[in-house]
C-alpha cells in the first residue's frame, strides 16, 4: 500500500505535511508535495487532519 498525492487536486495546502509525525512529506507552499515512500508510516494521520481528497492509496 503506497499513499501518492493527487496532482490533478492539490493546490498546495501545508495541513497535512505539518502533521506528518515522520516528516516523509516534502514541497513547497502552493506547490505540488511529494510523500517519501521509504519515510512514510502508513499512518493515515492526512485523513484525520484535511478536508480534501488530494491523497490516493494504491
Not at 512529506?25 to 492526512?46: L, S
Amino acid at each position: 500500500m503506497n499513499y501518492t498525492i493527487n496532482k490533478d487536486k492539490f493546490v498546495g495546502c501545508r495541513t497535512f505535511k505539518k502533521h506528518c509525525p515522520v516528516v516523509a512529506i516534502t514541497g513547497e507552499k502552493k506547490q505540488v508535495h511529494e510523500i517519501n515512500q521509504d519515510h512514510c508510516i502508513k499512518c493515515g494521520k492526512y485523513f484525520t487532519v484535511c478536508k480534501f481528497d488530494y491523497v490516493i492509496i494504491d
